[in-house]
T-cell receptor, first 113, second 110 residues
Framework: NAGVTQTPKFQVLKTGQSMTLQCAQD?????MYWYRQDPGMGLRLIYY???????DKGEVPNGYNVSRLNKREFSLRLESAAPSQTSVYFC????????????FGSGTRLTVV | GEDVEQSLFLSVREGDSSVINCTYT??????LYWYKQEPGAGLQLLTY?????DMKQDQRLTVLLNKKDKHLSLRIADTQTGDSAIYFC??????????FGPGTRLSVLP
């Protein structure tokens, strides 16, 4: 039972480079989310997908794009990385967008130099 | 917008009780959650409470909710070294996404 799988676990980028963070869940969940975690700031929602085929902006979407490739997979893309995007990124999923706790992946630690 | 606040650090001795506090601003919060994050890992749902409840107990964990003061607490009885982690309070209103607090880092001293 893998749950939510994120790749890569660690990444170092130079300013201006692009990359895609991958997330896949095997629990047949409808909703998926991308968060970033910064010290003392908790988790901030970047983008979410309430169901396959839909995506919406969260609290801090600037500089990011997402793709809900299918029900299992939800990717996060940084087109031109900036040092301010240095963070730990978490993907999460839930059965629906209502009233359920999330299942989180183990995170991707991204450093932009 | 909605806000969730927690103190950032708490230290307790092994075997003592830990109490982690949280305050929130959204009076329409439907569900309130506690998550645990161990080093290098994602967040793990510990417990949750519906807004129409005052208390929920689950083994060593007791959640208390004071809706009037918008105050939520998590009590861990007989705290062990394995309880050392960051604990996040989160609230959710119907139809809305989660709002997380900044997390409380619990250190358990031997």
């Amino acid at each position: 039972n893998a749950g939510v799988t994120q790749t890569p676990k660690f990444q170092v980028l130079k300013t201006g480079q692009s990359m895609t963070l991958q997330c896949a869940q095997d629990m047949n969940h409808n909703s998926m989310y991308w968060y970033r975690q910064d010290p003392g700031m908790g988790l901030r929602l970047i983008y979410y997908s309430a169901s396959e085929g839909t995506t919406d902006k969260g609290e801090v979407p600037n500089g990011y794009n997402v793709s809900r490739l299918n029900k299992r997979e939800f990717s996060l893309r940084l087109e031109s990385a900036a040092p301010s995007q240095t963070s730990v990124y978490f993907c999460a999923s839930s059965p629906t967008s209502e009233n359920y706790g999330y299942t989180f992946g183990s995170g991707t630690r991204l450093t932009v130099v | 917008g909605e806000d969730v606040e927690q103190s950032l650090f708490l230290s307790v001795r092994e075997g003592d009780s830990s109490v982690i506090n949280c305050t929130y601003t959204d009076s329409s919060s439907t569900y309130l959650y506690w998550y645990k994050q161990e080093p290098g890992a994602g967040l793990q749902l510990l417990t949750y409470i519906f807004s129409n409840m005052d208390m929920k107990q689950d083994q060593r964990l007791t959640v208390l909710l004071n809706k009037k003061d918008k105050h939520l607490s998590l009590r861990i009885a007989d705290t062990q070294t394995g309880d050392s982690a960051i604990y996040f309070c989160a609230e959710r209103s119907y139809g809305q996404n989660f709002v997380f607090g900044p997390g409380t880092r619990l250190s358990v001293l031997p």
